[in-house]
């Protein structure tokens, strides 16, 4: 099923709690178009999908935060909060390391 909607599957696993894991690779149109299929089949009740992202993407993504918190202030006051209680440091020039953690 998954080939047939444009999908690789990488690994399948059971959750132990009646739930099933998939890790897939696919586009944006083929992961709603199979979880689609597998809610019409009537064997599941939901289906949830997450992205993932490499660290190189993550890294990106932040500095593109950064960029536009730079230039709206209550944005940038917001995602300095967040990015704190995440455990992460924003600056105008990139992305600086994580805090130790407190022991």
């Given at each position: 099923?998954?080939?047939?909607?444009?999908?690789?599957?990488h690994h399948m696993r059971h959750s132990g709690n009646g739930g099933v894991i998939c890790v897939v690779e696919g586009d944006a149109v083929a992961g709603p178009v199979a979880?689609?299929?597998v809610m019409?089949?009537?064997?599941?009740?939901?289906?949830?999908s997450t992205e993932l992202?490499?660290?190189?993407q993550l890294v990106?993504?932040?500095?593109g935060a950064g960029a536009?918190?730079?230039t709206v202030p209550s944005a940038r006051?917001?995602?300095h909060a967040r990015g704190a209680s995440a455990g992460l440091s924003f600056n105008l020039m990139g992305v600086s390391p994580p805090p130790p953690p407190r022991i």
């Open positions: 099923m998954f080939e047939a909607a444009g999908i690789k599957l979880g689609m299929v019409a089949s009537g064997g599941f009740t939901a289906v949830e992202i490499t660290m190189e990106e993504a932040m500095k536009v918190a730079a006051q917001a995602i």
